[in-house]
């Protein structure tokens, strides 16, 4: 990271006394990480065909779904599919998908999108959505139209082995086409951070290669160990689901869109003798710290609203050097707070914030009371307001109704 | 010969280098003697150590999934079973001629369900004799002429198109009926059939269409099986079948019939086709039954011991064991289990195995003594029945079109009541369905297993790479003994004339002489030649004897052997003139000649563990001690030592042993015990190789042209 930042933006960041906590609001003077954290892009990939490998396609339509749930909307998933399932002429219940033998919920429903599938779903079209070099004809809600300001989800299964991940049952996407895919997804600022997820035998080796900044990746098992399925469904015939995917899936249920646990939460639910394998993640790329990420900035879309004075305030807090710094850091402060008091019930995930590290900040907060001001009316006041108005009301339409008669 | 060459170079001149691996060729051909008794001894005891070295079957395709669905076939369709059972056993049915009755009740069954049904009508081929027939490929359909309207049979045909599928493949059922002396062992089986049948009617996960063959087997089960199979791959675009239809009134009546009583309805006259075959499943039910629990027996060799994939085999074997707790029979020889000699060498594998264990924990290969012997009984067989190259039921039909396929054949333990008969509707049922669905999930043709194999119990195989090994120490004597006594005889007469001249006159008419010797193997050639041609000859001969009309087996064999001797005498006369002239001036010949042969041998043995490797192999076993031993009787008689002596008495035993009909009678002989054996029978083992153009043919005419040598 040091290598993009400029020594003026370093020198900002040295008097900050939180630096993580800088980070997290997407706030950065420097040229390369100057985006915020704006939009959420899935792309989701079952590699496998043939009908034994139903689980790699229920797996990722069941990943598909909780994305969706958790507010990445359709234009924004890239969902790839390698063979069809749910019109297989072996599947028992046509055109459905499961990923549970009590087959309460049908994962292909009226509202799924598939952008790939079949055939389509190679090597070089994968590598093209993710480096965005398409032919001309490829229609816009096949693209991965992510920018610099983007959270990207890659998630990926099939059948692997050591450094590659099987397409097709033909051909073969090896780790280094993936660190280069990647790399050349930073170059062109096609994202801001990256979390790279595969339920495949063997899923750590993929990563070895990987070396943009800003990946965050985690495998559902490490080298020479295997990654099993959950349970067979005897209905179908299949294993519906795999074990990894399955605790994954186990999490998100508990979560609702404005949950804010913490990937490293995420990533401590995986134990090791249900998975069967060793979940391995790999965070020497990513500089935020785990415990402070919500799992909502890769799965999900939630947007802090912010409001500004200006129409274009990018270009005036570029002008602007400390000041505006400063004031964004303030900005972060209240969305902890506000975080706070919206958490429902994930106690655990409290100690994410420092309180002296809170109130050090506020110590050092010098931003001008009438942003803030606004900003909290905005926010907070709006159901007092709201009451208030309605108060207001009762005399007009008594006033209204005596002229009327 | 390039090692002859060098050999006489390195004599004259103490060369350097020789390379290696010709100094290893040399060093064998010069104990051509100790290598061969020690490869030989080798190659037994590796034939007799297959069973420890058998491996566990495994299902190597991974879309099969035996046994992951839980089956379907419920109670109901055990009852619609039922129902078929008593129609088809009711004595009503039975009153017609012609078993027409039953067929009809058949598709009634069959359209009531909503499935396509069709009537087959055929003839049946009578054995033909096409020597080599299995060069070629199966059939190419041809019309018999003397048809008659009395003979012909019917086989029902219903097929259940997949709901969702393409319809490019299809799974069949086949159930042999006779419908005029049915047993009730038949009746249950296509009870069983019919169960399995009603329900695949009603689920929606079928991608390959059922093809349900009720095969009229009143002409023999494979008979109505071929004469199907060849009618659905060789389509007819002429009108043929109707005008023969119209000869036969019969036939033409009960097609109308029954277009004229379900008009409308699923039924057709023509042929009906699916899709390709993926598998085929031939289902039989025993009537007598001698064991104490449900077992089913699988019967898997096909023509020229052709087997089925492995896989196959694996889906049936563990769906009947692990779901439906059926045991697994495969095909044994009986005689050999109760053989002592074999059970103390299993005891001796397995105390060896025991002391290997003890010195290094590692080394597990040693089985019970008694799992040793069931094993060898059962690879005896399994070598057997693939040697004979006689399929050992109507699957063999299938495999020359390259379509997988068992017969099952369940055997329960017998009792009348009810209960039991659902019981076994249900587990015979369910078992057929598992095997259906998992094939059913296929995508490719069966392909990922093995091929070549040879089964040790129904669960445990020797595949082709271990096998291979006893054979191949069993031949490999053969090239070198030929070369050592072709140096020998070469050397011999060398060392003759280097008496007689010095080294240094050497003119241009020695170097002429010794250019002929070199190619004096020529002649041993052409007399081996000749004798091959008489085997071939003897063998082709019984074709034209079956032509004989109202001939008994054994007078047919006695014109066999006569014709014979006089084929014999007469090439004698005609081509082996010069080579008999030859004989009498040289009879130091005869290692010439007997090296031509065991190289002739070994290039015949190897060419036929291609084609087919238990024969090669049984073969191999007869043939290579034979060659080994050989030498003119009249050598050993005149030499009078005792080593002579018994060799000679050797030749004489070995040479009457591997003479086919010998060998027949003495397998017999121990089999059956030696009182019913007779000429005759021979003549019938003959008459049926043929009919499965069997392989096994060129391998009598090679021993029938070992033994005329020797």
């Known amino acids: ?405 | 010969m390039a090692e002859t060459k060098e050999k006489s170079l390195s004599d004259e001149k103490p060369k350097p280098r020789v390379r290696p691996i010709v100094r290893l060729g040399i060093f064998l051909i010069s104990h051509s003697f100790h290598v061969s008794v020690v490869c030989c001894t080798a190659g037994v005891l590796a034939l007799f150590l297959l069973p420890v070295l058998a491996k566990n079957t495994y299902i190597s395709e991974n879309a099969l999934m035996p046994g992951s669905a839980s089956p379907m076939l419920s109670n109901q369709h055990v009852s619609d079973g039922n129902r078929l059972v008593k129609d088809l056993t009711n004595p009503n049915s039975k009153s017609s001629e012609t078993g027409i009755e039953s067929h009809k009740i058949i598709a009634q069954y069959m359209l009531d369900l909503g499935a396509e049904v069709s009537f087959h009508k055929f003839h049946p081929q009578m054995n033909q004799f096409h020597p080599l027939h299995f060069f070629s490929s199966p059939d190419s359909g041809k019309i018999q002429e003397n048809y008659s309207c009395s003979s012909y049979g019917i086989n029902t045909v219903g097929i259940i198109r997949a709901p969702h599928g393409d319809g490019k493949e299809a799974i069949v059922l086949v159930t042999p009926y006779n419908a005029l002396k049915s047993g009730f062992g038949e009746a249950l089986s296509l009870g069983i059939a019919y169960s399995v049948f009603s329900l695949l009617t009603q689920v929606t996960w079928l991608a390959k269409d059922i093809i349900w063959l009720v095969a009229d087997s009143q002409y023999g089960e494979y008979a109505a099986v071929a004469a199907w199979l060849r009618e659905y791959q060789t389509p007819k675009f002429s009108s043929l079948s109707t005008p023969n239809a119209e000869m036969c009134p019969d036939v033409n009546n009960l097609f109308e019939l029954k277009g004229h009583s379900i008009s409308g309805s699923k039924f057709s006259n023509s042929f009906r086709r699916a899709g390709t075959m993926a598998s085929a499943l031939v289902l039989k039910v025993r009537d007598q039954n001698e064991q104490f629990e449900d077992t089913i027996s699988i019967y898997a060799e096909a023509s020229n011991g052709q087997m089925p994939n492995l896989d196959l085999i694996n889906v049936v074997n563990y769906l009947a064991v692990h779901r439906q707790g059926l045991r697994v029979n495969v095909e044994k020889l009986w005689s050999l289990l109760n053989s002592s000699w074999l059970k103390s060498l299993g005891e001796i594998f397995e105390s060896l195995a025991k002391v290997a264990k003890s010195l290094y924990p590692k080394w597990k290969f040693g089985i019970p003594a008694t799992e040793y012997v069931e094993g060898t009984a059962t690879l005896a067989s399994s070598l057997y029945y693939q040697a004979l190259g006689v399929p050992t039921g109507p699957h063999g039909a299938f495999r020359d079109y390259q379509v997988d396929a068992i017969t099952l054949e369940i055997s329960p333990k017998f009792s009348l009541d009810k209960v039991w008969r659902n019981d076994i509707l249900l587990r015979g049922g369910r078992l057929i369905e598992g095997v259906i669905r998992s094939v059913n999930n296929l995508l490719e043709k069966f392909h990922q297993s093995f091929f070549l194999y040879l089964l040790t119990s129904p669960s445990k195989f020797v595949s082709v790479g271990v096998y291979m090994i006893a054979f191949a120490l069993l031949i490999a004597p053969l090239p070198m003994v030929a070369a050592s006594l072709y140096v020998d005889a070469n050397s011999s007469s060398n060392c003759s004339k280097g008496d007689s001249s010095t080294p240094s006159a050497i003119t241009d008419t020695d170097e002429h002489s010794i250019a002929i010797r070199s190619w004096r193997w020529l002649n041993s050639a052409k007399l081996v030649f000749i004798v091959h041609l008489w085997g071939a000859i003897v063998s082709l001969l019984p074709y034209f004897i079956s032509q004989i009309p109202d001939c008994s087996p054994t007078t047919s064999f006695m014109i066999w052997v006569l014709l014979s001797i006089l084929s014999l005498l007469t090439l004698n006369s005609v081509l082996a003139s010069p080579l008999a002239c030859a004989k009498a001036t040289q009879e130091k010949e005869w290692a010439l000649v007997k090296s031509v042969t065991i190289s002739s041998v070994f290039i015949g043995l190897g060419l036929m563990s291609v084609i087919n490797f238990a024969t090669a192999e049984i073969g191999a076993l007869l043939m290579v001690p034979m060659c080994l031993l050989a030498q003119p009787l009249k050598l050993d008689v005149r030499a009078g030592t005792l080593r002579s002596f018994c060799r000679m008495i050797c030749n004489l035993v070995l040479g009457h042993i591997a003479f086919p009909p010998a060998a027949f009678f003495l397998l017999k002989g121990m089999l059956d015990g030696f009182g019913n054996a007779n000429v005759g029978d021979f003549w019938m083992w003959v008459e049926s190789l043929w009919a499965w153009n069997s392989a096994t043919y060129l391998f009598i005419v090679e021993v029938t042209y070992i033994f005329s040598h020797g």
């Open chain 1, 1 to 405: 990271m040091e290598t993009f930042i400029n020594p003026k933006s370093l020198f900002h960041l040295l008097l900050l006394p939180c630096l993580l906590l800088y980070s997290s609001i997407a706030y950065n003077s420097s040229p390369v990480e100057a985006a915020m954290h704006t939009n959420n892009w899935a792309v989701l990939v079952c590699t496998s065909r043939f009908w034994f490998n139903y689980r790699h396609m229920a797996n990722t339509l069941s990943l598909y779904r909780t994305v969706k749930r958790l507010g990445i909307p359709d234009e924004r998933i890239i969902l790839m599919l390698a063979d069809d399932m749910a019109c297989n002429t072996r599947n028992k219940y046509p055109a459905q998908v499961f990923n549970n033998e009590n087959h309460r919920l049908n994962l292909y429903g009226d509202n799924v999108e598939v952008d790939y599938r079949g055939y389509e779903v190679t090597v070089e079209n994968f590598l093209r959505v993710l480096t965005g070099r398409h032919e001309t004809a490829v229609p816009r809600s096949k693209r991965l139209l992510s920018d610099e300001g983007s959270h990207i989800l890659l998630y990926m299964t099939g059948h692997g082995g050591d450094e590659f991940l099987k397409f097709q049952d033909s051909e073969e996407l090896q780790s280094h086409d993936l660190a280069d895919a990647v790399k050349q997804m930073k170059e062109k600022h096609r994202f801001k951070e990256l979390l790279i997820m595969v339920d495949t035998c063997q899923a750590a080796t993929l990563f070895n290669q990987l070396q943009s900044p800003g990946v965050l990746a985690i495998g559902s098992s490490m080298k020479g160990e295997n990654s099993y399925s959950h349970h067979l469904d005897s209905d179908v015939g299949v294993s519906v689901v795999d074990r990894f995917t399955y605790y994954t899936l186990a999490f998100f249920e508990r979560l609702n869109i404005y949950d804010n646990a913490s990937l490293s939460s995420l990533f401590s639910s995986y134990n090791p003798s249900l998975l069967m394998s060793t979940a391995y993640y790999r965070k020497d790329l990513y500089k935020r710290r785990l415990e402070e990420v919500p799992v909502t900035n890769f799965f999900g879309s939630v947007m802090e609203t912010i409001h500004t004075d200006a129409a274009y305030k990018a270009l005036s807090r570029r002008n602007s050097g400390r000041f505006e710094d400063e004031m964004s850091l303030d900005q972060s402060v209240h969305h902890i707070k506000r975080r706070m008091l919206i958490k429902v019930n994930d106690g655990d995930e409290i100690h994410d914030i420092n309180p002296e590290l809170l109130q050090g900040e506020e110590g050092a907060s010098k931003c001008p009371w009438s942003t803030f001001r606004k900003k909290f009316q905005k926010a907070e006041n709006v159901d007092s307001l709201l009451n208030y108005g309605l108060v207001a009301m009762i005399p007009l339409l008594v006033i209204s109704t005596w002229l009327v008669q």
